[in-house]
Nanobody, 124 residues
Framework: QVQLVESGGGLVQAGGSLRLSCAAS????????LAWFRQAPGKEREFVAA????????LYADSVKGRLTISRDNAKNTVFLQMNSLKPEDTAVYYC?????????????????WGQGTQVTVSS
């Protein structure tokens, strides 16, 4: 089992920045592929970004490329999502996810473990 706990969400004005963190426990962190998803009210959960074991492999949704950056610190068992140039359409609950595989994936069903989510609200 893997436990994931997100933090860092909040309210920010359009154009601002936030940094989300996700702390993992319960399994060797460096063996996990990690990702961030988000879900806005009335919409399906959607992929944001993923990062492989070593951090060399990343994948981003087209809507966030150039603005959001995923990274990980295996020594601290933590994955981050740096969010810059935020837009009102980025408003959502952001979820951290993990999978027991080597390859980055963008599908919800590819991930085995999920956090409880953290709210990000971007005002216009």
């Amino acid at each position: 089992q893997v436990q994931l706990v997100e933090s860092g969400g909040g309210l920010v004005q359009a154009g601002g920045s936030l940094r989300l963190s996700c702390a993992a426990s319960g399994r060797t962190f460096s063996s996990l592929t990690l990702a961030w998803f988000r879900q806005a009210p009335g919409k399906e959960r959607e992929f944001v970004a993923a990062i492989g074991w070593s951090g060399d492999s990343t994948l981003y949704a087209d809507s966030v490329k150039g603005r959001l950056t995923i990274s990980r610190d295996n020594a601290k068992n933590t994955v981050f999502l740096q969010m810059n140039s935020l837009k009102p359409e980025d408003t959502a609950v952001y979820y951290c996810a993990a999978r027991n595989g080597a390859y980055v994936r963008s599908l919800v069903r590819s991930y085995d473990y999920w956090g409880q989510g953290t709210q990000v609200t971007v005002s216009s």
